[in-house]
T-cell receptor, first 112, second 110 residues
């Protein structure tokens, strides 16, 4: 069964902490994406990557960075967590030529 | 920028038919997806339209009109388990990214 795995389902961090959200896919997909989902705002794209060591800014990259050292792993980094980064974070992957996403189960991050 | 509009919420009765509309204005178009998302869970794929017309898949059908920038998802014989948010997403040119609408919350009542 193919899947996208996010390392944590729930996470609570303090303001100012550096936070790592990990995402691993086992489908050999080229493309990986990080979204955040907030009530009334829907899914908003933070960063995406279409190849190892490649990254592109999405619509709301401020306050975030990413790392893709291996094809299967895409990490989202909050350099200094703030309360307005409290959200549901969804990772997704897709294959080039097949435009549909497979989503991870999400990480609900609370910053206090 | 990308503009994808969906109604916010609708309520329907078990066994009924419901139509969820989506209009879009985007800088590119490579197809339109519908996803279902239950509360607290990840979105799951329902359908994909790239050509005009109706695609039927069991109780769910999806329609696309590219010239009008319009799609709908039709849910027939509603069941309680269909209570979920339904997300419309447009595939943009060049980089396989999807732009999502805010989702339509469907509540099925007995």
């Amino acid at each position: 069964d193919v899947k996208v795995t996010q390392s944590s389902r729930y996470l609570v961090k303090r303001t100012g902490e550096k936070v790592f959200l990990e995402c691993v896919q086992d489908m050999d997909h080229e493309n990986m994406f990080w979204y955040r989902q907030d009530p009334g705002l829907g899914l908003r794209l933070i960063y995406f990557s279409y190849d190892v060591k490649m990254k592109e800014k999405g619509d709301i990259p401020e306050g975030y960075s990413v790392s893709r050292e291996k094809k299967e792993r895409f990490s989202l980094i909050l350099e200094s967590a703030s309360t307005n980064q409290t959200s549901m974070y969804l990772c997704a992957s897709s294959s080039s030529g097949d435009f549909g996403y497979t989503f991870g189960s999400g990480t609900r991050l609370t910053v206090v | 920028g990308q503009n994808i509009d969906q109604p916010t919420e609708m309520t329907a009765t078990e066994g009924a038919i419901v139509q969820i509309n989506c209009t879009y204005q985007t800088s590119g178009f490579n197809g339109l997806f519908w996803y279902q998302q239950h509360a607290g869970e990840a979105p799951t794929f329902l359908s994909y339209n790239v050509l005009d017309g109706l695609e039927e898949k069991g109780r769910f059908s999806s329609f696309l009109s590219r010239s009008k920038g319009y799609s709908y998802l039709l849910l027939k014989e509603l069941q309680m388990k269909d209570s979920a948010s339904y997300l419309c997403a447009v595939s943009l040119y060049g980089n396989n990214r999807l732009a999502f609408g805010k989702g339509n919350q469907v509540v099925v009542i007995p």
